[in-house]
């Protein structure tokens, strides 16, 4: 089993800045990639930002040059550091591991989500 534990999210003004975090526990004997994703109301889940256990990232254009993602591969650790924020930022955060099943495919785990608000 794994465990997914985020932490960070919270009410922010616009222009402002939040920090979150995502670690990865449990039966882990390595993890692909590791990432965030949101969902505001009404609204389908869409990728924030993942990376690659060797540290290739990619981030959804809206959220590109504000939005920096960070991995601690020692602690099975993402951060995602979040800046002059929009208001359309505001969603519901899930951190998303992927772990190896086979050599074609991942077991995939979510987190609870956290919520980000960020006020105009």
């Known amino acids: 089993q794994v465990q997914v534990v985020e932490s960070g999210g919270g009410l922010v003004q616009a222009g402002g800045s939040l920090r979150l975090s995502c670690a990865a526990s449990?039966?882990?004997?390595?993890?692909?990639?590791m990432g965030w994703y949101r969902q505001a109301p009404g609204k389908q889940r869409e990728l924030v930002a993942a990376?690659?256990?060797?540290?290739?990232?990619n981030y959804a254009d809206s959220v590109k040059g504000r939005f920096t993602l960070s991995r601690d591969n020692a602690k099975n650790t993402v951060y995602l550091q979040m800046n002059s924020l929009k208001p359309e930022d505001t969603a519901l955060y899930y951190c998303?591991?992927?772990?190896?099943?086979?050599?074609?495919?991942?077991?995939?785990?979510w987190g609870q989500g956290t919520q980000v608000t960020v006020s105009s």
């Open positions: 990376i690659t256990r060797g540290g290739s990232t």
């Open positions: 998303n591991v992927l772990v190896p099943a086979t050599s074609f495919s991942d077991y995939i785990y």
């Open positions: 449990g039966s882990i004997s390595s993890i692909n990639s």
